[in-house]
């Protein structure tokens, strides 16, 4: 068996594993490198939120890198790890990434030397890596993305203001129109019953979300595993951005969960999970994410969701139309992983259902 290399010395410069002593230097030459970082609204300082990202769980170590120049930070990777469940069988997954250089050290190679340090084994590479198109060339690279396959979602939008419905109807107007007849209908059906459904606001998961995800779990082919520990981390701690979570109860039983964001006047959705096959909580659950974007005072509110998702119907009953843009998001093999090429087909595979939503990317 090779030894892992700890450290690769090239021309003054040395690549080897991020730790958290680091943080401080890699937050600012993150924020010196882009015009702004993080993309998300946070309450909490650059360097609390390269901490937070640097610490997902399952994050094996050396797992994030850097280069130094006479001990200095000088350009870096940060990766964050999702575990994820494919047909029953659990992987870990590479989402997003960050790569950045001091801009005095661009145009020295420190991309290669990085590459070339993770490449001789130095980086614990996940089974298979999940993100949105990279923009160019250069950031595929330092992906390391080979093997692509594609798969789309879905752009739902829920006008929550006259302005926006005029929008949107103007854009879709059958599929608005639809959408609104039914939320219509759908208000004045009588709610709850017995066993009502109570919704209320959560600042963190317990061992009611890891029964949900047990639940919930068999109900797709892949989706990112989400139970407590993965949540707690990705939504519930303040350093991950701004968030509101909504969690729906029956007798005390977290049945569903929603996670909001606000962005200027719109608000997004990120994340939902749904007991199977209750639908009188996705109602209520939707109903009140609603209300609570219009007291935020969004316009509107989008939500991702995969073609055919099993949570379609509760989003049109709730308003929600379906854009005609698709989004396109992309499987693909860490170079030098150990993902095989079975595994990345039937990701590819167009009949393949999932459960992806915003959350599951690096930018939210």
Known sequence: MT????RLERGGYVARGASLADVPAIAAVVQAAFDRWPAVEIDCSAVEHVEWKMTSPGT?????????????????????????????????TDTGADFAADLAYRGRGLGRLL??????????????????PPSNDVVREHLHAEDIRSQWLTVWTRPLGLRSTLA????????LAGAVSRSAGARFRPRGGPRDVEVRSIDHFDAGADRLWQAARDSVDFARIRDAAYLNWRYADPRSGRREILGAFVDDELLGWTVLRLTNTSAQLIDV???????????ALLASTIDRARELQAHSLDAWLAPGSQYEPVLR??????????????????RGGSTTAELIDRLGDPNLSTHVTMGDFDFN
């Open 3 to 6: 030894e892992t290399p700890i």
């Open 60 to 92: 094996p170590a050396g797992h994030h890198t850097v280069v130094t120049a006479d001990d200095q930070v000088v350009c870096l990777k940060l990766r964050w790890v999702g575990r994820a469940r494919i047909d029953g069988a659990e992987y870990v």
């Open 317 to 334: 009953r709730a308003g929600f139309a379906a854009g005609s843009d698709p989004i396109r998001y992309e499987f693909f093999a860490p």
């Open 115 to 132: 590459t070339d340090f993770e490449e001789g084994g130095a980086r614990s590479r996940g089974d298979l890596a999940m993100d949105l």
């Open 168 to 175: 949107t109807l103007r854009r879709q107007p059958l599929a």
């Open 273 to 283: 999970l749904l007991a199977p096959r209750r639908l009188d909580v996705g109602a």
